[in-house]
């Protein structure tokens, strides 16, 4: 695809060559991330970010990620905070946000809302997550992650074994992910949680007519035993109509160290989108796993940096730009990426 100036909407967007032009820019972008170089090859634009959902990693990534390039960022969270709140349409606030910034980056508890703003935008718009529907920056650094870790092992994204677990009607991680992994081969897909909970349809559909191997199971234990990725979500409690109802499918599937040592091979690697639901009635991820070098989270996260740098780099057109623009670091960077 062309990025330049593109819209950010959907994993559908991409083939898997455009997947590895993204990797290759992010791969790039390591050094700015990791504070060795520093960049302005932004200086002087102006990143929207608005969020219009609950958020903390994807929303200051985006805008790390911006600064990073040397660009300003100009936030809205809350969707009480705009005037969305006294009936504005996503038309009109498009039209204004859009003559303020130069890309922006937006979440909103609709399913298609991102891409109804973007048709009014005079800039292009990044999907941070729109309700249930699709997160395509998560999913992206979330493969990006995928196969850094497995490449360590000599083990590749085509034949990959992953199990996802939890909440995968409501998750929009989930949903994108399973999108981008119909990009590559023979993938061998668990499924697990609770009934009413499970996968849509059209994409258990779109994983097994793209040829791979899908297996749907409430069963955890069995399910996670011959992966090489367990990724596991929280019960999406703001998708419910009720919390007593969300409250009957928290705390189903638990994945702690005794857990992990009884069932999963070793190297497992454990992921998360984040947040990880802690609390004693939910604790899917439990705090147990902290020391584990295969759990993968907070890399995670990481990479949500130099992901989103990339995206705005092509999206913005400056990919050429980065390096001619680099001088080294010269402040303290501290201990944090090595
Ligand atoms: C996820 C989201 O918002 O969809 N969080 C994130 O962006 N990393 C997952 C979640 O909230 O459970």
């Avoid at 929207?48 to 100009?74: D, I, K």
């Avoid at 992953?162 to 061998?188: E, F, Q």
């Amino acid at each position: 695809m062309d990025f330049i100036g593109s819209h950010i909407l959907s994993i559908d967007q991409f083939e898997r060559a455009d997947i590895d032009h993204i990797f290759s820019v992010a791969r790039m972008m390591e050094p700015y991330a990791h504070r060795h170089q520093v960049t302005k090859v932004l200086d002087g634009a102006i990143l929207g970010n608005m969020f219009f959902e609950p958020s903390t990693r994807t929303r200051v990534s985006f805008g790390c990620a911006f600064n990073l390039l040397g660009g300003e960022v100009r936030e809205t969270t809350g969707f009480e905070n705009s005037a969305l709140a006294k009936g504005e349409s996503l038309y009109d606030t498009a039209r204004v946000l859009s003559g303020y910034s130069d890309v922006i980056a937006m979440r909103h508890p609709a399913s298609g809302s991102v891409a109804e703003f973007a048709s009014a935008s005079r800039v292009p718009v990044i999907n941070g997550g729109d309700g249930a529907n699709e997160h395509p920056t998560q999913a992206l650094l979330d493969l990006y992650t995928i196969e850094k870790e497995l490449k360590s092992s000599g083990r590749s994204l085509d034949g990959l074994r992953i199990g996802m677990i939890g909440d995968l009607k409501h998750g929009r991680t989930v949903h994108s992910l399973a999108k981008l992994l119909c990009c590559y081969k023979n993938i061998n897909l668990q499924l697990v949680s609770p009934d009413a909970l499970q996968m849509p349809g059209e994409l258990v559909e779109l994983l097994s007519s793209t040829g791979h191997q899908v297996t749907i199971s409430d069963n955890l234990a069995s399910s996670i035993a011959h992966v090489d990725i367990v990724y596991s979500t929280r019960i999406q409690e703001e998708r419910f109509v009720s919390q007593q109802e969300a409250d009957l499918y928290r705390g189903k599937f638990r994945l702690n160290q005794s857990v992990y040592t009884k069932h999963c091979e070793p190297n497992t690697v454990i992921m998360h989108p984040l947040p990880r639901d802690s609390r004693a009635e939910a604790n899917e991820l439990d705090s147990d796993l902290n020391e584990n070098p295969n759990l993968a989270i907070f890399r995670q996260t990481d990479n949500g940096v130099v992901l989103r740098m990339a995206l705005f780099a092509l999206v913005l057109d400056v990919v050429n730009l980065v390096d001619k623009s680099a001088k080294p670091v010269n402040w303290y960077t501290g201990s944090r990426f090595q």
